[in-house]
């Protein structure tokens, strides 16, 4: 376990606390496992071809940023933030930081020993439930891999692109959580969501407050949990997504991580037959298979 120095509270950003850069305001919006309603798509491409550099970049954490956007002492002008706001990504004020969950982009499409997007729905819903959660840092990580190995390197991976809580799944029903640098216990996947908002509870009571409270469990003088140790059913980690036809649908690149009006205008015609697609880690967008009639 490492503790890190820390001399300030966590500025990431987000529409609400954006970040200034050289060419604006930037702001980060996150997306649950990386689901991005086309709707909503096509709407954000609109927003920041009027008030930012036109593009929608995507992070590793399969989230999006907007940059260049104007602003007044450091805040979006009112007329920006309710246009991200009419994107319908940001179903909370308050807890707009801490919606930060990564899960393997294939989940409920095409292999993998789980479906997983039932649980990362009801994670949404008991972060955002929780008043006390939203006082997470805004570097705070939940990685959920279900069972095919895309994930477990950032699952068990240290540094800025470690995870604090996450799973992976070991068959059709059991996963085993990750706790910080640790593996944790093997439980039902129904029980996923619970286990890791108590957890994350658990970080907020250790880590204590102030300017140098950590980010990171990791960062904790002890354990949060004790160890258990890592389940024989752990998948080997498997290489990133390619791009191209994949199992479940068509993983788009995004030319050196952004999507300009033109890609989104394709990602859209590509998608007209389905209800979102999936922004992945390795900066690219995955768009579904068009379900078969009867589906």
Same mark, same amino acid.
């Given at each position: 376990m490492t503790t890190d120095s820390r001399t300030r509270?966590?500025?990431? @950003?987000?529409?609400?606390? @954006?970040? #200034?850069?050289?060419?604006?305001?930037?702001?980060?919006? %996150?997306?649950? *496992? *990386?689901?991005?309603?086309?709707?909503?798509?096509?709407r954000l491409c609109e927003v920041t071809r009027r008030y930012g550099d036109g593009g929608i970049h995507l992070t590793r954490r399969a989230n999006l940023q907007l940059r260049g956007l104007p602003?007044?002492?450091? %805040?979006? =002008?009112?007329?920006?933030? +309710?246009a991200i706001e009419s994107t319908g990504l940001m179903p909370t004020r308050t807890h707009e930081l801490v919606r930060n969950v990564l899960a393997s982009p294939q989940t409920g499409l095409a292999g993998g020993r789980i479906d997983l997007r039932p649980a990362i729905a009801r994670?949404?819903?008991?972060?955002c439930a929780s008043p006390r959660l939203g006082l997470?840092?805004? $570097?705070? +990580?939940?990685?959920?891999?279900?069972?095919?190995?895309? +994930?477990?390197?950032r699952l068990t991976g240290a540094g800025k692109r470690g995870t604090d809580l996450g799973c992976v799944a070991l068959d059709d029903n059991v996963v085993q959580l990750r706790v910080g640098d640790h593996w944790g216990d093997v439980i039902p996947v129904a029980d996923v969501?619970? $286990?890791? =908002? !108590? +957890?994350? *509870? #658990?970080?907020? !009571?250790? $880590?204590g407050v102030g300017a140098d409270a950590p980010w990171h469990i990791r960062e904790l003088g002890r354990p949060l949990q004790p160890p258990f140790p890592a389940d /024989?059913?752990?998948?080997?980690?498997? /290489?990133?997504?390619?791009?191209?036809?994949?199992?479940?649908?068509?993983h788009v690149p995004a030319h050196e991580g952004v999507l300009n009006p033109d890609q989104v205008q394709a990602l859209l015609?590509?998608?007209v037959d389905v209800p979102h697609v999936v922004v992945t880690p390795w900066r690219g967008v995955l768009v579904p298979n068009t379900p078969e009639v009867g589906e």
């Open positions: 509270a966590d500025m990431c @950003p987000g529409v609400w606390r @954006p970040w #200034q850069a050289d060419d604006g305001l930037l702001v980060r919006i %996150r997306l649950m *496992g *990386g689901v991005l309603p086309t709707p909503a798509l096509r602003g007044d002492d450091g %805040r979006l =002008t009112h007329d920006v933030a +309710l994670l949404d819903r008991l972060l997470l840092p805004g $570097r705070f +990580l939940f990685t959920l891999d279900d069972g095919r190995g895309d +994930l477990l390197t969501a619970d $286990r890791l =908002t !108590d +957890l994350a *509870g #658990q970080f907020l !009571d250790a $880590r /024989p059913r752990i998948p080997a980690a498997a /290489p990133a997504l390619p791009y191209g036809k994949v199992p479940g649908g068509e015609e590509r998608a």
